[in-house]
């Protein structure tokens, strides 16, 4: 399911058979992927399934078997000078919280090279975060609105988001996600986003990679995901012939019957009832539960 | 140097209370007390003290506060170091100073220079002040008694001997304690609070198993309990000190520290601080394969 040849410039992460183990269970199961540069990337799985641990494989956090690169270093290796061209976001709430937002930003300027405190407070600008509030006195949206604020002001070229907007209202992180597009995402940047609400960042995104049980089980463009997979609301007549073609998921919804088909001719579909390309919510699910007894 | 100068700064806002507001509070209560007992005649000098007895008591009091001063400081470390090493995982902030381009040595190893350059600057700069309130008190009193009050340049010089000896005594007591503090640091990284009793604990039981399985070998309470009672303490004994102060006309630094130097086992010395660096090194290689947020 993989659709890896989609693009000639050199990936900016790569891995091969990436494995972890934490004791004697094996967490993840020797992932193989690259990530080319100037996409943006949805890395989707259940709770357990191996997301952060793979982000924290890439991001140099925890070592691991296989081998990964990142922008052509080995993460766990180079973690510390990765850092100057990698930002990420791991938890809404990881700012130091006995500093204030000017001594947050003037320590920052001192630590990281490619952080512009200019654009940070640029960035704060129009918000409620004032530079000499205390970030333990910050609202989670705040602190959040302000993490997003010192990751977009480094010049990094790949940012890396572990569920940056759990535990805000949806007025935050339609906010966010909309910050992150319109002023930090360039041609050069790469994007990795991992976050259980999907539906959210559907819009933003331009390939999905889905993890399960510690195994890649999907991971191809999003252009792609359109011509491949289709959603059918059967016809009550012609049911038994749909399910007939094979469909990787079927599920009844208040009175239809919804199908989720791999790799079939949609027009052949569209005379058994209503097609459409399945939300990423969908394929998750229809993904997630083949297979599963 | 910038980025270690940011970090050693970190650590002052981080831990600011214990080193400057802390002091500060005792430093009014001393003026209180001092200015109180003045204006109380609550100090009696005793004129069959030596020539300069203003002078021998102003000497006696900074010496004698200075030495609480170093007190304060070691066991203020103590605590900082207990806790600093093991900070970053204080609301889930450990993420984000993994997000900078420090490596986790630099991290430890800013916070193991804060504790023996800028920390003890604050303190000697509250001995400093407690000088000028001894020097204030010793004065005012010995006006009110009719005492011969010493010249601004005999307190002067007494304090530049006295300020001598204290800032190379308690550099040397630092390094010479350092291996303790960095003891305290890697049993924080690994088990944060509990750090504290472990530190005392593990050598303890270690000390007692040696006695227990080598009954009646080697020194009095065993190798490393008289090991370790003898690296706990640092120079010439109080008696000989105390000694050399009284016998003295004014206090002379030069032969006090030429006693201290003397006294210090520089091979231990030496080898204390090797051991620090591998503590601090041993810490820094747990913490990197540390992602607890």
Known sequence: ?293 | MKTLTALIRREYLEHRGAFLYAPTLILVVLLIITASGVAFGRFQLDERMALLPALKVFEFGTLALSALWALYLMAALFFYYADAFSADLRNNAMLFWKSMPVSDFGILASKMLAGLSLFPLLILAAMLLTALIVFGGTSLSALTLGIPVPSLFAYLSSLVQIGSFVVVGVALALLWYAPFFAWVGLLSTLFRRWSIPLAFLIPGLAGLAENLLFRNAGPDGGYLLSYLRHRLQFGDNRMEFGEGFLTAGPFAAGPMLGRLVASIDWAQFAGGLIVAALLVLAASAYRRRSVAA
Do not use: W
């Not at chain 1, 000078?81 to 990698?86: A, D, E, T």
């Not at chain 1, 999907?198 to 890649?216: K, N, P, Q, T, Y």
């Not at chain 1, 209503?274 to 394929?283: C, F, G």
């Open chain 1, 1 to 293: 399911m993989n659709d890896l040849a989609q693009s000639t410039a050199a990936p900016i992460i790569t891995a091969r058979g990436l494995r972890k183990r934490f004791g004697n269970a094996e967490i993840l199961h020797g992932l193989d992927f690259d990530i080319p540069p100037g996409r943006i990337y949805g890395l989707v799985g259940h709770n357990g399934a191996g997301k952060t641990t793979t982000l924290n494989a890439i991001l140099g956090l925890t070592s691991y078997e296989g081998t990964v690169r990142v922008l052509g270093e080995d993460p766990f290796e180079k973690r510390a000078r990765l850092m100057q061209n990698v930002a990420f976001i791991s938890d809404v709430a990881s700012l130091p919280r006995f500093l204030r937002v000017r001594e947050l930003f003037a320590l920052l300027t001192n630590i990281h090279p490619n952080f512009s405190q200019e654009k940070a407070r640029g960035f704060l600008d129009g918000t409620d975060v004032k530079m000499e509030a205390r970030i333990r006195n910050l609202s989670k949206g705040m602190i959040a609105q302000l993490h997003l604020a010192v990751v977009m002001a480094i010049d990094a070229r790949l940012l890396v988001l572990d569920e940056p907007t759990l535990g805000l209202d949806i007025t935050y992180r339609k906010r966010f996600y909309r910050r992150l597009l319109e002023d930090y995402m360039t041609e050069e940047r790469t994007l990795l986003i991992t976050t259980h609400q999907v539906d959210e960042i559907e819009f933003m995104l331009s390939d999905i990679m889905f993890i399960r049980d510690g195994a890649l089980v999907l991971h191809m463009q999003m252009e792609t995901v359109s011509t491949r997979y289709t959603q059918l609301i059967a016809d009550p007549a012609r049911l038994a012939e749909a399910q007939a073609i094979g469909p990787i998921y079927q599920e009844t919804r208040f009175g239809q019957t919804a199908m989720v088909f791999d790799g079939v001719d949609r027009e052949r579909l569209a005379t058994l009832g209503a097609v459409s390309t399945p939300t990423l919510s969908d394929l998750f699910v229809a993904l997630m539960q083949r297979g599963e007894k």
